[in-house]
């Protein structure tokens, strides 16, 4: 189960969001033939990605910003920019393009400070914008909860997408990142859920502001927790597959 659009249109260009999606692409494809050097690729990851150990013993700052656009394959430089595509547009709306620009890097320096925290003797590199974008998707639930999101239901043979409230598919995500918090430890590497928690945690605390200008509870009241505008609708596509009646 995993997102694949939303419902809710942006009132502007989202040249931020298409920005830094190009530059993660662009970094990860700067190195992409290194990964098949286990050596080569080691290296990089030691000079650019964070080391919670080396910021312990004070070192290795530059990796708590470097890392933000640095991933670990194909899938997972995928699956960050889908996130950030579907929900990065509408918070740039709200904030303007250099609000965003700004929110969008301190969620990201802030959920790398937890992962930090999490594992200060951790010498595994981590690298993914995840952190930043669990801010973005942090801050889409505060405005939006009720914003409808697509999600693709893929079992086994069974595919079919559903439209679900912003809400149950972004507490879902936060459910599973904080069990996965308490439930491994962030020293053996692994995915690194203290910082997709604490990136989305700090990003709903970061759109506090704008939610207080945009209303507060009288905004959720009047919009029921819904974008304030008409919700994008998007062309059925019939099958083409002939039905086969019972007898």
């Not at 098949?36 to 919670?52: H, K």
């Amino acid at each position: 189960m995993f997102p694949i659009r939303d419902h809710n249109p942006s009132g502007r260009t989202p040249y931020v969001t298409y920005l830094l999606m190009a530059v993660n692409i662009g970094v990860f494809l700067s190195y992409v033939s290194l990964m098949s050097d286990d050596r080569a690729i080691g290296m990089f990851f030691f000079n650019w990605a964070l080391l919670p150990e080396r910021v312990t013993t004070g070192g290795g700052y530059t990796g708590i910003f470097t890392s933000m656009f640095l991933h670990g394959g194909w899938m997972h430089l995928a699956g960050n920019m889908l996130f950030l595509y579907i929900f990065g547009d509408n918070i740039e709306d709200e904030m303007g393009h250099l609000g965003y620009l700004a929110f969008y890097l301190a969620c990201g320096v802030l959920s790398a400070a937890a992962h930090v925290i999490s594992a200060p003797y951790s010498g595994v590199p981590t690298v993914g914008a995840s952190g930043a974008i669990a801010g973005v998707m942090g801050g889409y639930l505060l405005l939006y909860p009720k914003a409808k999101v697509d999600i693709l239901i893929i079992f086994i043979v069974f595919f079919r997408i559903l439209p679900i409230p912003a809400w149950i598919m972004l507490g879902l995500w936060l459910g599973m990142q904080f069990i996965g918090s308490v439930g491994t430890d962030p020293e053996t590497g692994g995915v690194a859920y203290w910082a997709h928690t604490g990136g989305f945690i700090v990003g709903m605390i970061l759109t506090v502001p704008i939610w207080l200008r945009l209303g507060g509870p009288r905004f959720w009241s009047q919009t029921h927790g819904r974008p304030p505008h008409p919700d994008a609708t998007y062309p059925t596509v019939r099958s083409r597959i002939p039905k086969v009646r019972r007898k």
